[in-house]
């Protein structure tokens, strides 16, 4: 008995030509997204936690203020979310900065 006419498989159109045309989706997929975390210590100095945030991370004082508490008080917090190359780059600049300075602040990155 012919199997012509009875689609079931994808690609199977049941036209019996064993069509292979099944993925029409593009598959670009999005780069993955990195968070740089600041991790608290009991030494770095708090405004020097708020000058790294103002002059790596863009922010203004007051956000830069609210964060580093947030830190303070919490232990750790995302301080940003970039592609994997930016995320390696303001992490090596915050401990570059931290370590010229005498400061044990650690800054690290994650898979968001
Ligand atoms: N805990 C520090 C202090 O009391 C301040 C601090 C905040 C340190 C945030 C690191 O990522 C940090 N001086």
Request: aromatic share 10%; hydrophobic share 45%.
């Given at each position: 008995m012919s199997m012509a006419g009875q689609p079931g498989r994808?690609?199977?159109?049941?036209?019996?030509?064993?069509?292979?045309?099944v993925d029409t989706k593009p598959k670009t997929k999005r780069p993955p997204l990195y968070k740089v975390l600041l991790l608290n210590d009991d030494y770095t100095p708090m405004e020097f936690v708020v000058h790294v945030l103002e002059r790596?991370?863009?922010?203004t004082h007051a956000q830069a203020f609210e964060i580093m508490l947030t830190v303070h008080k919490?232990?750790?917090?995302?301080v940003g979310v970039f592609s994997h190359e930016i995320a390696e780059t303001k992490v090596g600049q915050v401990m570059d900065f931290a370590r010229r300075h005498q400061h044990p602040l650690q800054c690290t990155m994650e898979k968001e």
């Open positions: 994808p690609g199977d159109d049941g036209d019996g030509d064993a069509s292979v045309v790596f991370f863009g922010m919490k232990g750790v917090a995302v």
